[in-house]
């Protein structure tokens, strides 16, 4: 099983500046990545794939970046909606998927 | 657009089965895009992928759950089923149905809460 690690746990940040996540895997994903975003009480909403992809309808301020076993997700200018907790997950190897055990960044 | 909705009893008692259904609408679940899959998370903690299902039937399964999990697709409901078994209160948890492209999921039904208790 890959396993995911993301740093750090908690991130508190003051609105409108920049918010850098990591994640980290056990072994190379390649670019088979993506990342999530969860709000209390809903379901992860998929904001990147393949690693730096934005899905459709994500707002150019959230960027991923990285390959191999290292990756970024960057939120250039945080708005009040993106204060949530952070998923990355990794489908190079289906069996299984996994997730990182998420950061949660809240407001400074 | 494609809408996924969870449906299932809330309640299961310790050793028993539970048993949820998704029902996919605005697409079919018999599109050669997509897996579909059930993913959980328990109470206050991170999001575990259970399993996924193609149209014709072919699974995965994850290798924590495998020996008590099965997925099964219905075509002419276009749904799809999980039932997961002899629980134990560690399978308390918020219950998603989603789809699955390439590996990752795009939509993600609203999820429904199953707590194991007596």
């Known amino acids: 099983e890959i396993v995911m690690t993301q740093s750090p746990a908690t991130l508190s940040v003051s609105p409108g500046e920049r918010a850098t996540l990591s994640c980290r895997a056990s072994q190379s994903v390649s670019s088979n990545l993506a990342w999530y975003q969860q709000k209390p009480g809903q379901a992860p909403r998929l904001l990147i794939y393949?690693?730096?992809t934005r899905a459709t309808g994500i707002p150019a301020r959230f960027s991923g970046s990285g390959s191999g076993t290292e990756f970024t997700l960057t939120i250039s200018s945080l708005q009040s909606e993106d204060f949530a907790v952070y998923y990355c997950?990794?489908?190079?190897?289906?069996?299984?998927?996994?997730f990182g055990p998420g950061t949660k960044v809240d407001i400074k | 657009q494609l809408q996924l909705q969870e449906s299932g009893p809330g309640l299961v008692k310790p050793s028993e089965t539970l048993s949820l259904t998704c029902t996919v609408s605005g697409g079919s679940i018999s599109s050669s895009s997509y897996y579909w899959g059930w993913i959980r998370q328990p109470p206050g903690k991170g999001l575990e992928w259970i399993g996924s299902?193609?149209?014709?039937?072919?699974?995965y399964y994850n290798p924590s759950l495998k020996s008590r999990v099965t997925i099964s697709v219905d075509t002419s409901k276009n749904q799809f089923s999980l039932k997961l078994s002899s629980v134990t209160a560690a399978d308390t948890a918020v219950y998603y149905c989603?789809?699955?492209?390439?590996?990752?999921?795009?939509?993600w039904g609203k999820g429904t809460t199953v707590t194991v208790s007596s």
């Open positions: 989603s789809n699955i492209l390439t590996g990752y999921t795009d939509v």
């Open positions: 393949g690693a730096s």
């Open positions: 299902i193609y149209y014709s039937g072919s699974t």
């Open positions: 997950q990794q489908y190079n190897n289906w069996l299984p998927f996994t």
